[in-house]
């Protein structure tokens, strides 16, 4: 058993959720405040629908993951909050799958996909209103962003 295998097994995920663990870093970024907001989920969902149409155009029409394989992944991580270690463990695999990726150009366009809708769940949801010009996005997710970039750069 590869790595990758052992630490979804290790998470109980199926293998074919391989192909989804580019939607970890943005499920990361929704909970980082402690909080899953309907705007965040909303971005995830696009996301979602963006990353199934390159999988599909890439296997030429081969289905590799059904919907309800999908809607259960995302159920899974949108409903409770995930183990924090968990999400970054999959972050990780999901980074190394990227830089793997033979295409250069696609492994930009995965870097940049992931995040953009990153910042975009950021400044989805201020936690109060009025807000000063630098607490749009709150602190953990700043820290998040960080993360993230340094991992996807």
């Known amino acids: ?32 405040d402690g909080k899953n907001k309907t705007p965040e989920i909303n971005i995830l969902y696009h996301f979602t629908i963006e990353h199934l149409a390159r999988l599909n155009r890439d296997s030429n ?20 909050r995930p183990d924090p270690q968990m999400l970054k463990d999959l972050r990780d695999v999901c980074a190394i799958r990227i830089s793997e990726k033979t295409d250069e150009a696609d492994r930009q366009a995965s870097r940049e996909a ?34 993230l970039f340094a991992a996807f750069s």
Request: overall charge negative.
């Open 1 to 32: 058993m590869s790595d990758v295998q052992n630490i979804l097994a290790s998470y109980n995920l199926e293998e074919n959720h391989i192909y989804l663990l580019e939607l970890i870093p943005l499920i990361e970024m929704i909970w980082a």
């Open 61 to 80: 029409s081969v289905e590799v993951i059904s919907e309800d394989e999908v809607n259960r992944f995302i159920d899974r991580f949108i409903h409770e």
């Open 114 to 147: 992931i995040l953009n809708y990153c910042i975009d769940i950021a400044a989805a949801c201020a936690s109060q209103y009025p807000y000063k010009f630098n607490e749009r996005i709150v602190a953990e997710e700043k820290k998040l962003l960080i993360e």
